[in-house]
């Protein structure tokens, strides 16, 4: 345990971030997997379904819960995958 008032300040911090990124994490994985599972089942709602997921993943790397650049990379496979279950 840290001795300095500020260090126990900012672990106290640290805790309260990594709770609320933890929540926006879980979040988002639910959010890519019903995308991922509509796309599967070849839903009729893959178009709405596929905008949530791509919503999500660009609020997340808003936030800084993911880099911007891997929300790029999971909303570009997101879209192949539906443009696949289309066809």
Same mark, same amino acid.
Not at 60 to 84: C, E, F, Q, V, Y
């Given at each position: 345990m840290a001795n300095i008032k500020s260090s126990k300040k900012d672990i106290i911090t640290s805790a309260k971030k990594a709770e609320r990124n933890k929540a926006a994490t879980s979040a988002l994985k639910t959010a890519v997997r019903k995308t991922e599972k509509a796309i599967a089942a070849k839903d009729p709602a893959i178009?709405? @379904?596929?905008?949530?997921?791509? !919503?999500? %993943?660009?609020?997340? /790397?808003?936030?800084?819960?993911?880099?911007?650049? @891997?929300?790029?990379?999971?909303? !570009?496979? %997101?879209?192949?995958? /539906?443009?696949?279950?289309?066809?």
């Open positions: 178009k709405e @379904a596929v905008t949530a997921g791509q !919503s999500a %993943l660009d609020i997340a /790397a808003k936030k800084g819960i993911i880099h911007p650049n @891997a929300a790029a990379r999971k909303k !570009s496979r %997101l879209t192949k995958k /539906a443009n696949a279950a289309a066809k």
